[in-house]
């Protein structure tokens, strides 16, 4: 079965450091892969996605991930963390084709709650 | 600012109630979907709509009837809900098509009394 791994429930950071956030997944082939932010009481917003292609992309905020195959990883970091990048972060694997009409379908890890200190 | 607008933004309801929650997006997306989220956990998907028809439903008790009258709106009406539903409801909306990333709403927080 597919599932997303974060192993990271928190963690805290120093305002300025760098950061890595975490990501395993178990599918069968390459699936889409994403990573979003929530603040408290918001929704999710996107920061970057993964298809094909160039394994390292780039996305809004500074942040980038790494689509790793041989370890099944996506990996999400930033060379310099910001006091508001303080917020949930969940990776996610989408399952797009055919699914009662070709709609993507996402799975979410658990999350990884980043703290950052000042 | 979001582009998927859901209103309420909060909501309390007792558990004859029925009430339904807003969902609205102008990006053309013909997928659209309702996510329950509860505290400190992940999104759990429960419908997706594509091409405004119902193509997933997660097993979702019937208390929970989602309604997606065009293309642009999705509706979640609410009815005999249990204190248990009490929750964020997340809406979003994709372009249809694997691997299309979702756009979401900032969500209802539903309270159930």
């Known amino acids: 079965a597919q599932s997303v791994t974060q192993p990271d429930i928190h963690i805290t950071v120093s305002e300025g450091a760098s950061l890595e956030l975490r990501c395993n997944y178990s599918?069968?082939?390459?699936?889409?892969l994403f990573w979003y932010v929530q603040s408290p009481g918001q929704g999710l917003q996107l920061l970057l996605k993964y298809f094909s292609g160039d394994t390292l992309v780039q996305g809004i905020k500074g942040f980038e991930a790494e689509f790793k195959r041989s370890q099944s990883s996506f990996n999400l970091r930033k060379p310099s963390v910001h006091w508001s990048d303080a917020a949930e972060y969940f990776c996610a694997v989408g399952f797009g084709g055919n699914y009662g009409g070709a709609t993507n379908k996402l799975i979410f890890g658990t999350g990884t709650l980043l703290a950052v200190q000042p | 600012d979001t582009e998927v607008t859901q209103t309420p933004k909060h909501l309390v309801m007792g558990m004859t109630n029925k009430k339904s929650l807003k969902c609205e997006q102008h990006m053309g997306h013909r997928a659209m979907y309702w996510y329950k989220q509860k505290a400190k956990k992940p999104p759990e998907l429960m419908f997706v709509y594509s091409y405004e028809k119902l193509s997933i439903n997660e097993s979702v008790p019937s208390r929970f009837s989602p309604e997606c009258p065009n293309s642009s709106l999705l509706n979640l009406h609410l009815h005999a809900l249990q204190p248990e539903d009490s929750a964020l409801y997340l809406c979003?909306?994709?372009?249809?098509?694997?691997?299309?990333?979702?756009?979401f709403g900032n969500g209802t927080r539903l309270t159930v009394t």
């Open positions: 979003a909306s994709s372009q249809v098509g694997g691997g299309s990333p979702l756009h």
């Open positions: 599918y069968g082939a390459t699936p889409y």
